[in-house]
């Protein structure tokens, strides 16, 4: 508790002995176990599964889909302007986004641009609201250096080195894996470059890295402590053990899974698999 405020600590202290008293808070559980494949009251439902034709041209590629989407797309823009409008009231903001943004704008990079102008025309949102919710281009959005590395990165070390170097608007985690042994980092990223890389250490027997909201380096609020659950279940398993049921397990136990999951998903990179699952948190549950 070191360089905390004496009420910080007196808070910490009281949670903790009520805790001990209790065993546990009554949000956490044991480890679950034989989860998967998931259903019950955790499993709110599967995602919809879409196709996006990376062989048609930038421009076409998301016709289909936002065909589909536009008008939740669509209430979600405006939203999105709403809240712009609640703080600067005339409405001139998103007037000038609407009409200025485009030409004051640069280009995005590889084909992001023509996608864009894609989406833009079929939902009929225009381009500078599409741009402006994306971000500006000196730095790379964060589902955009994510596509190029999955399109384009052929190895390991390529794609850690343009997660590690390439300039983002936003701090952010990757975890990356490989398909080999010792294969696998967190990436903790500072919108410049790499604060730190956390890799396997097989041969100390690390054979997981475990990342939920913190730099690993910082202790977790007490209420929000989901490492330690998380690592006391993987240890309960092993190395030649881990199985997509196994990591379900383990992101099923409370406060792992607590009310702001979402959904759960799991890849495999030498099977080439990839499951996702909506998830609910049923009282009592942790989360806001
Ligand atoms: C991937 O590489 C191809 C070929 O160089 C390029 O046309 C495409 O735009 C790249 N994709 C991304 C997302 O940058
Ligand atoms: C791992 O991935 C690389 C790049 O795709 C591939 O060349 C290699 O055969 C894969 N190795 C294994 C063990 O799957
Ligand atoms: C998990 O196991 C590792 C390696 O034995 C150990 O260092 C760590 O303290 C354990 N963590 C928990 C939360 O049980
Ligand atoms: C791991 O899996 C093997 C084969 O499926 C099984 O025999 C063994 O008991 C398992 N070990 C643990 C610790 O679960």
Redesign the pocket.
Known sequence: MLGRSPLTCILLVAVATCAVAQHAPPWTEDCRKSTYPPSGPTFRGQVPWYTINLDLPPYKRWHELMVDKAATVKVLVNSLKNVVNAFVPSGKIMQMVDEKLPSMLGNFPGPFEEEMKGIADVTGIPLGVLEWILGKKDAMWIGFITRSVLENS???EEAKNILTKTKLLAPAYFILG???SGEGCVITRERKDALDVYELAAKQGRWYVVETNYDRWKNPLFLDDRRTPAKMCLNRTTQENISFAALYDVLSTKPVLNKLTVFTTLMD??RGRYETYLRDCPDPCIGW
């Open positions: 052929t190895s390991y490989g398909n080999r990179v030498t």
